[in-house]
């Protein structure tokens, strides 16, 4: 498996070229080539402090690279700020699922139409997410730790983006919640979304991903579909020389 | 957890596909060196006409008295002030839109000496080929 391979084959919507990203005097990525191709889920993955959220934190604009490009739709999008990315199709759920805790569902919910948006956005996400319709009235820090993650999904699903960024979307969620997360993301992706989902966990994304990209200590270390990279998964995630 | 996604949507994706392409062709995407050299044009451009309004300001005060002393403030500060600005508007205005011109300039040159360079290969190629045409 060769490494910093780009993948996919077809014009990507979000593509990283060769790069170059730090924190300060600290460089993270080391020349990271990315793409995620119309229409397919990728998943980021690698163990913690591999620099995954850094990549998906260049790719939606909130960093900008050091060196290299990011293109959107195939044109270069260095410095653009991540609003505008936003405006244009480009959703993010952050890691922690970024939900207004003290509003209640319908207001966060709310919050989408000073954006721009309009009402519909409740039919969208009630349709999408039936079970939030029930819990409309409640405050968001009280939900479940999978329904506030199901609420962050209806925020950004109602905006109807063209790409989906998901950060950690298992984090402190149990197995079995993070399985039926994991088969909405996969109904996302069947209605045509293209979606780039990092994770620490792999196995658990790996079902619904059409593409995986493993990451190492702020470099792709492999890249392909799912079921070639069992031993690059391994040596990422045990420290072994692949 | 009970969830029921809703059925494929093909046309509305396509529709959000197209939103994003076109969002992206009309996104302003900084380029920090075009950027400001486009603000220095302008501050450029901008300056002298405040440099000028200020030495008439100056000279409207300046007449107003008979007296010496009050007419200095109003040469140095407005005189004095208002021709600095003017200076440097057109110096920077100068500066950068010369800058501009001598990049199409050259630009232009290269493609100029690129078409004429193409049009001696292939004037070269007939040649060659008539060459041999006598040969055989």
């Not at chain 1, 966060?108 to 819990?135: I, K, Q």
């Not at chain 1, 409309?136 to 993650?149: D, F, I, M, R």
């Not at chain 1, 197995?175 to 966990?201: M, N, R």
């Amino acid at each position: 498996m060769s490494n910093n391979r780009v993948v996919g084959g077809a014009e990507p919507l979000l593509e990283l070229r060769n790069v170059r990203a730090s924190y300060g005097r600290i460089e993270v990525l080391h020349g990271v080539d990315l793409a995620v191709p119309a229409g397919k889920v990728v998943a980021l993955l690698g163990p913690n402090g591999a620099g995954k959220t850094t990549t998906l934190k260049v790719g939606n604009g909130q960093m900008s690279p050091d060196e290299g490009c990011v293109h959107v739709s195939g044109r270069h999008v260095n410095g653009v700020s991540p609003d505008a990315l936003a405006r244009i199709g480009m959703c993010t759920i952050p890691e922690g699922r970024g939900v207004f805790r003290n509003l209640t569902v319908r207001e966060n919910l709310r919050m989408l139409v000073f954006t721009g948006a309009g009402n519909e956005v409740f039919d969208r996400a009630f349709e999408r997410f039936p079970r939030l319709r029930e819990r409309a009235g409640q405050v968001a820090g009280t939900l479940s730790g999978g329904e506030q993650q199901m609420l962050a999904m209806a925020r950004g699903l109602a905006t109807d983006p063209a790409i989906l960024l998901i950060d950690e979307l298992s984090m402190g969620l149990a197995p079995l919640i993070v399985g039926e997360l994991y088969e909405l993301v996969a109904q996302i992706a069947a209605s045509g979304v293209s979606i780039l989902v990092v994770e620490q966990f792999a196995r658990t994304v790996l079902g619904v991903a059409d593409l995986a990209v493993v990451m190492q200590q702020g470099r792709v270390v492999a890249s392909g579909i799912p079921s070639e990279l069992e031993d690059e998964l391994s040596a990422a995630y045990l420290g072994a020389s692949s | 957890m009970s969830n029921q996604a809703p059925p494929s949507d093909p046309t509305a994706q396509s529709a959000a596909a197209e939103r994003l392409e076109q969002g992206v062709a009309e996104l302003h995407v900084p380029e920090p060196t075009a950027d400001v050299e486009r603000a220095l044009v302008r501050a450029g451009m901008a300056l002298p006409i405040i440099g000028l309004v200020i030495v008439g300001v100056a000279w409207y005060g300046a007449s107003g008295t008979g007296y010496v002393n009050d007419q200095i403030p109003y040469l140095i500060s407005g005189g004095l002030g208002g021709l600095g600005l003017m200076l440097i508007g057109l110096g920077l205005f100068l500066r950068y839109s010369i800058t501009h011109l001598i990049r199409f300039g050259v630009a232009r040159m290269v493609h100029e000496q690129q078409a004429q360079a193409d049009r001696i290969v292939d004037a070269m190629a007939s040649l060659e080929q008539a060459i041999r045409h006598g040969d055989a």
